[in-house]
């Protein structure tokens, strides 16, 4: 599929048949996701892949809260292929605080922003644009904070890394939809020169 065509399509799809993911395409799926880009090349992540009935529907179990569940759509996720996506923060800590790189305190203080959050999301888009290409749809979903301790035990997540989202995969069985109406107008989010200034195309 021409790229373009993948970004296109890219949408969150919520509803899936049946149908296995084949090995093949995991296995892109994932090789694909680990192709992104990382501060220092920390690659400060880690993926749980659940593709199977019983472990899909623990994960479900695992993060459905008492109150409210119907709101999340994690505790109701039904898909063939799950991804769970974890940021290690401590490799980039690490990283940083080898010799001639200058943050041998290893503190979070100098960073901007989290970066192990963000190279983390890098590939989960990755993998979700892969399974778009592969003529699947992908959903990227957060977990309820306060399930993520439940999560980490079903599944012997080790503490060192977080949960930032989980990507549904599977073929869709939503009606195709047309969602370029809904996008806000480039001028209103694209600047350029001064933040003041509208986006005039290339």
């Known amino acids: 599929m021409d790229f373009q065509d993948v970004v296109r399509r890219r949408r969150m799809i919520r509803a899936y ?7 093949e395409v995991v296995d892109r799926i994932v090789r694909n996701g680990l192709r992104a880009p990382s501060a220092g ?8 892949v659940l593709d199977t009935p019983a472990d899909v529907a623990r994960f479900r179990d695992a993060v459905r809260p008492a109150e409210e569940p119907e709101r999340w759509f994690a505790a109701n996720v039904r898909a063939p292929l799950l991804i769970v996506a974890h940021s290690h923060k401590d490799a980039y800590l690490d990283r940083y605080a080898e010799p001639g790189r200058g943050h041998t305190d290893r503190s979070e203080a100098w960073w901007p922003a989290p970066y192990w959050d963000i190279d983390t999301g890098f590939a989960a888009l990755l993998m979700q644009l892969t399974a778009v290409d592969a003529g699947l749809g992908a959903c990227f979903f957060g977990l309820p904070v ?3 301790a439940a999560y980490r035990e079903a599944f012997g997540v080790p503490p060192a890394f977080s949960p930032i989202g989980a990507v ?6 939503e009606p195709p939809r047309d969602l370029s109406d809904r996008r806000r107008p480039v001028d209103d989010v694209v600047h350029r020169g001064r933040w003041a200034a509208g986006w005039t195309g290339g």
């Open 17 to 23: 048949d049946d149908r296995p993911v084949p090995p």
């Open 168 to 173: 549904s995969i599977g073929y869709s069985a």
């Open 146 to 148: 306060d399930r993520v």
């Open 41 to 48: 090349f920390s690659q400060g992540w880690g993926f749980l």
